[in-house]
């Protein structure tokens, strides 16, 4: 399994982002799709999850309501849109993936298989 995250870049507070990240390799279905992130100096963060669907997602509290997380199983790629970011969203993202079936709650970083590079946020005051 392979995964490319991309869509980062600089930008203002307040603003939306969205991150792309391609699979390929073995069938995407077949795989829980999350995002962490990882600020300097700071402990890797889980942001979120989705089924192998599309249709159920789990994000973690502190991202609710402005982070999305969403998949386009044609396109094999997932994306987390993030909305009203702030100085302190300014992280590196990556993505992951994990056959363990998707359930409401936070997963470990441990429970992803594959990881992606990641892509870098920086969010200015």
């Known amino acids: 399994v392979q995964l490319q995250a991309s869509g980062g870049g600089l930008v203002r507070t307040g603003d939306s982002l969205k991150l792309s990240c391609a699979f390929s390799g073995r069938t995407f279905t077949m795989y829980v799709l999350g995002w962490f992130r990882q600020a300097p100096g700071k402990e890797r963060e889980f942001v979120g999850h989705?089924?192998?669907?599309?249709?159920?997602?789990y994000v973690a509290e502190a991202f609710k309501g402005r982070f999305t997380l969403s998949r386009d199983n044609a396109r094999t790629t997932v994306f987390l849109q993030m909305n009203s970011l702030k100085p302190e969203d300014a992280a590196t993202y990556y993505c992951?993936?994990?056959?363990?079936?998707?359930?409401?709650?936070?997963?470990?970083?441990?429970?992803?298989?594959?990881w992606g590079r990641g892509t870098l946020v920086t969010v200015s005051s």
């Open positions: 989705i089924n192998w669907s599309g249709e159920a997602t």
């Open positions: 992951a993936a994990t056959t363990q079936g998707w359930s409401e709650e936070r997963f470990p970083a441990s429970d992803f298989q594959y």
